[in-house]
């Protein structure tokens, strides 16, 4: 898949967790718990990004209606653990699948 074509497949998905600079601001126990939520999140729609890009086929280990789910307010202690299960198992997806990527190495002088 080209870059244009994974930029739009995860265009919505990227805007639901992108940090309000609210949520930034703000100090409290539920405000850190969107931000650990919204990166888990961030960083497991960055790995799923790489595998369209290579053209990896891998299943998702979460649906749009779980993420939606775990984004809610309040945020529970399952939604954390639900997001960080998440991003970790995206990582091993994106692991297991790169041993097979060509990469190009670059050439410095």
């Known amino acids: 898949m080209t870059k244009d074509k994974v930029k739009a497949k995860w265009a919505v998905a990227k805007r639901m967790v992108q940090i309000t600079q609210d949520e930034w601001d ?5 405000a ?3 931000k650990f939520v919204k990166a888990k999140l961030q960083i497991a729609i960055y790995y799923l990004s790489q595998l ?3 053209g990896s086929s891998y299943t998702m280990p979460f ?4 993420m939606k789910e ?8 399952q ?3 639900d997001a960080a299960d998440w991003c970790h ?6 692991d297991k699948a790169c041993t097979n990527w060509n990469y190009e190495e670059a050439k410095t002088a």
Do not use: F, M, W, Y
């Not at 703000?26 to 539920?30: C, L, R, T």
């Open 26 to 30: 703000s100090h409290n126990v539920e």
């Open 52 to 54: 369209d890009e290579h």
């Open 32 to 34: 850190q718990a969107i």
């Open 89 to 94: 198992q995206c990582r091993l997806i994106r």
């Open 79 to 81: 939604n954390v653990k």
């Open 63 to 66: 649906t749009g209606k779980q």
């Open 70 to 77: 775990a984004l809610k307010a309040p945020i529970t202690k």
